[in-house]
């Protein structure tokens, strides 16, 4: 099979695992590594839902942002990426603050 099929393939199965509601994000990520920052910054969508009042609204809100990112997946938009800091990489406030 090509290249280019193979990764055809394999952004249809993550734009459908990124879909589908009901699986699990862990299982989602073990299977489809690659769908880790996708997770994480729908967990974001799920927590910023929680300044709704309405229930309806926040599923709604969340329903829309896992769409969108499945869209995203499905026309080949570069997927999101983890960004982790190191320990220690970051400067103290209190010496920004001085400089």
């Known amino acids: 099979m ?42 974001a969508a799920e927590l910023a839902s929680k300044g709704l009042r309405d229930p309806e609204d926040r599923r709604r809100f969340v329903a829309q942002v896992r769409r969108a990112f499945a869209d995203d997946i499905e026309r080949g938009e570069p997927l999101q990426r983890v960004r982790l800091r190191e320990r220690g990489a970051t400067k103290d406030r209190s010496t920004l603050s001085r400089e």
């Open 2 to 43: 090509p290249q280019s099929r193979r990764r055809a393939t394999k952004r249809k199965g993550a734009y459908q695992i990124a879909r589908n509601e009901t699986i699990e994000p862990r299982e989602a990520v073990r299977g489809h590594p690659e769908l880790a920052g996708t997770y994480l910054n729908l967990r």
